[in-house]
């Protein structure tokens, strides 16, 4: 088993030295349970960045877009993000090299709501920073939110 091969959750604790982590008072709120919004992008929106990696970086437009056309008028308090087809692996999750995270604008936005709590892909990790230690979505959605990943959302 490789680091993020399965669906995980993380909280500050993941990326922040002091940050917070999960503890039983998560399990007694309404942070697991409760309706999710699973925001299913369509189109064909990955930039190849080499011959294996391909990179789709969700805009805030792109989520408005999907939220609007589904009739909501507001961002709801958990919501999930993947595409409509998205390639999978020999183990049934999101194909590693079909990258899937927020624009900093897209994370921003999600978090400027101050209901909003929980944050879930498709894809291993909220960021795609190859050879660096800087998860500046991850931190950005930790100010307000928790992080599933992995999410089998087909």
Do not use: C, M
Not at 6 to 16: G, N, R, S, W
Not at 64 to 84: C, E, V, W
Not at 116 to 144: A, C, M, V
């Amino acid at each position: 088993i490789r680091p993020h091969s399965l669906t995980h959750v993380e909280l500050p604790a993941h990326t922040q030295e002091a940050g917070a982590r999960l503890g039983p008072r998560h399990f007694h709120s309404q942070l697991f349970h409760g309706k999710v919004l699973v925001l299913r992008l369509s189109g064909d929106f990955y930039k190849k960045l080499s011959d294996d990696v391909q990179h789709w970086i969700v805009t805030v437009d792109q989520i408005q877009a999907r939220i609007s056309a589904l009739g909501l008028s507001k961002l709801p308090t958990k919501i999930f993000i993947t595409t409509d087809n998205y390639f999978v692996n020999e183990q049934g999750y999101h194909d590693p090299k079909y990258v899937l995270t927020l624009s900093k604008e897209a994370a921003d936005f999600l978090v400027s709501d101050p209901s909003f709590h929980l944050y879930g892909t498709s894809w291993k990790s909220s960021d795609y920073n190859p050879g660096k230690s800087e998860r500046p979505i991850h931190n950005t959605l930790f100010s307000q939110a928790i992080i599933l990943e992995n999410l089998d959302l087909r």
